[in-house]
């Protein structure tokens, strides 16, 4: 019964950063300052949420990876400004897409970062996932679905990627102290960037702090705690593919309420690149040769 529960809240996390693109396009903020106050909201919001439940932030465990917590805080304020960017500059199914190139990046890059041996059976998923992002830009029909925001939608997912292998390098800090400091760094990253761009930090109206606050109490805030719940109880390959679920909502939620169309070619590119990520982790991570 746990663990029916703990999926079911990992998925309905997943479905929730989902929901982000659809409404973004009704807040009036930019999308830097967007993303300033969901980073705040959303440290804020996990940090009483382990006061509530009797836990204290373990700082020395965040004083020894200070370096990769800092680094990857700052790779999330980017990726949210770069997408939130992107969300604004084309449709939120091409935007979400081309975010999620980061886990065919990540698999591509490792070699030269980790210097860890690709797996070669994984190669046509790479091939099949560029050649899928060429298809949604629209390129092969003729034209381009927003190049700026395709441009954006690409420097947030080597952001993310970045925050993936900084990752990799943090050891004995749990979850929740790791995305309490990220969050916190990633908000005051953004924040010199959104009051040299505007003067000043802008103060949202109504509707865009009702969207803000549910950006970083429901969408950061609970989701975040949701979603590390989930990942410290399934498997990692569960965790690995049910994460693919946000683009095909992004996907779903732009063609059914922003009555955003692909085309036929970007709907054969979307199902191409979901396809080749899904597929790129069922593939079983071959056995370490045994030493004598």
Same mark, same amino acid.
């Given at each position: 019964?746990?663990l029916?529960k703990e999926?079911s809240?990992?998925?309905?996390?997943?479905a929730?950063?989902?929901?982000?693109?659809?409404?973004?396009?009704y807040s009036?903020l930019?999308?830097?300052a %967007?993303?300033?106050y969901r980073g705040?909201?959303?440290?804020?919001?996990i940090?009483?949420?382990?006061?509530?439940r009797?836990?204290r932030p373990?700082?020395?465990s965040?004083?020894?990876?200070?370096?990769?917590l800092i680094?990857?805080g700052?790779?999330?304020?980017?990726n949210w400004?770069?997408?939130?960017?992107?969300y604004?500059?084309?449709?939120?199914?091409?935007?979400?897409?081309?975010? *999620?190139?980061a886990p065919v990046?990540v698999?591509?890059? %490792?070699?030269?970062?980790l210097?860890?041996?690709?797996?070669i059976?994984?190669?046509?998923c790479?091939?099949?996932a560029?050649f899928g992002i060429?298809?949604?830009?629209?390129?092969?029909s003729g034209g381009i679905?927003?190049?700026a925001?395709i441009?954006?939608?690409?420097?947030?997912a080597?952001?993310?990627?970045?925050i993936v292998?900084?990752n990799?390098k943090?050891?004995?800090i749990?979850?929740?102290?790791?995305a309490?400091?990220?969050l916190?760094i990633?908000?005051?990253?953004?924040l010199?960037y959104v009051?040299?761009?505007n003067?000043?930090?802008?103060?949202?109206?109504?509707?865009s702090?009702?969207?803000?606050?549910?950006l970083g109490?429901?969408?950061t805030g609970?989701a975040y705690?949701?979603y590390?719940n989930?990942?410290?109880?399934l498997?990692?390959q569960?965790?690995?593919?049910?994460? *693919?679920?946000?683009?095909?909502v992004?996907?779903i939620c732009s063609?059914?309420f922003l009555?955003?169309?692909l085309?036929w070619?970007g709907?054969?590119?979307a199902?191409?690149?979901l396809a080749?990520a899904?597929?790129?982790?069922l593939i079983?991570e071959?056995e370490?040769?045994?030493?004598?």
């Amino acid at each position: 019964m746990t663990l029916i529960k703990e999926r079911s809240g990992f998925i309905l996390a997943v479905a929730l950063y989902g929901t982000i693109g659809l409404l973004l396009r009704y807040s009036a903020l930019p999308s830097e300052a %967007t993303a300033f106050y969901r980073g705040a909201i959303g440290a804020a919001f996990i940090f009483l949420y382990r006061l509530a439940r009797g836990e204290r932030p373990d700082f020395g465990s965040m004083r020894k990876n200070a370096f990769w917590l800092i680094v990857s805080g700052v790779g999330l304020g980017l990726n949210w400004v770069f997408l939130f960017a992107a969300y604004m500059n084309t449709t939120v199914a091409v935007a979400s897409l081309c975010n *999620y190139m980061a886990p065919v990046f990540v698999l591509a890059l %490792t070699p030269l970062v980790l210097r860890e041996k690709i797996d070669i059976r994984k190669i046509p998923c790479i091939i099949a996932a560029f050649f899928g992002i060429v298809m949604v830009s629209g390129v092969l029909s003729g034209g381009i679905n927003g190049g700026a925001g395709i441009a954006f939608g690409l420097a947030a997912a080597c952001c993310f990627t970045g925050i993936v292998f900084c990752n990799r390098k943090l050891k004995g800090i749990s979850a929740f102290d790791r995305a309490l400091v990220q969050l916190a760094i990633s908000s005051l990253t953004v924040l010199p960037y959104v009051i040299v761009k505007n003067g000043t930090l802008p103060l949202p109206d109504l509707r865009s702090g009702a969207i803000v606050l549910t950006l970083g109490i429901v969408h950061t805030g609970i989701a975040y705690c949701l979603y590390f719940n989930g990942m410290a109880a399934l498997p990692v390959q569960s965790v690995a593919i049910l994460g *693919y679920l946000e683009p095909v909502v992004s996907v779903i939620c732009s063609a059914i309420f922003l009555h955003e169309t692909l085309g036929w070619t970007g709907w054969l590119g979307a199902v191409t690149v979901l396809a080749a990520a899904v597929i790129s982790e069922l593939i079983p991570e071959k056995e370490k040769a045994k030493t004598e």
